[in-house]
């Protein structure tokens, strides 16, 4: 499998991380973050507080070891927030992949060209790949429920529903 570059938004980083998706990651995409997006996922000022969010810590530990790469865009948007706006523009100057998962910016960044995964979106893709199963990506989808698009969520079932029918009926099983 050839693994594509990927500009990171804060949406996709901190809903993979709450349910546990950030490690499959690795296996699809190098990931490019922007500042913008590095400043929203570390939220804590070391400063005031010694708190750091697990989201945080995850993504210290990835950008630390080599697996998550800083780069810039050279004209980011004055669109929705600033991690926001500075991903798509990522995106948008390199061609890259946008991991997204906030609905509004997802359907702008879609409408300008550019190839987006949401969270519900990437567990489908796991689960037609074989890393997971129909059962875990369903899991997934549900843990997502209060956090995510119900647009998106519904899609991703579909998806995963019907590849499973697909694949019983190629096994010659059914459910």
């Known amino acids: 499998m050839v693994i594509q570059d990927a500009s990171l938004d804060t ?12 490690p499959y990651l690795f296996d699809f995409f190098r990931v490019h973050y922007c500042q913008a997006v590095a400043d929203e996922i570390i939220t804590t000022d070391p400063e005031t507080t010694m708190l750091i969010y697990p989201q945080a810590m995850l993504f210290r530990v990835m950008r630390d070891d080599g697996r998550l790469h800083l780069v810039e865009p050279e004209k980011p948007l004055h669109l929705y927030g600033v991690g926001e706006a500075h991903a798509i523009a990522l995106a948008r100057e390199r061609n890259w992949v946008l991991l997204i998962n906030d609905s509004r910016p997802l359907q702008f960044a879609q409408s300008i060209g550019i190839f987006c995964i ?10 037609t790949q074989g890393k997971i199963t129909e059962a875990a990506a369903l899991g997934y989808l549900k843990r997502l429920r209060s956090t995510t698009s119900p647009r998106l969520l519904n899609q991703a079932e579909q998806v995963v529903n019907e590849f499973a029918r697909s694949q019983n009926r190629d096994s010659g099983t059914t459910k």
């Open 11 to 22: 949406s996709f980083w901190v809903m993979s991380s709450k349910i546990g998706l950030v």
């Open 118 to 127: 949401s969270v519900p979106e990437f567990c489908v893709l796991l689960y």
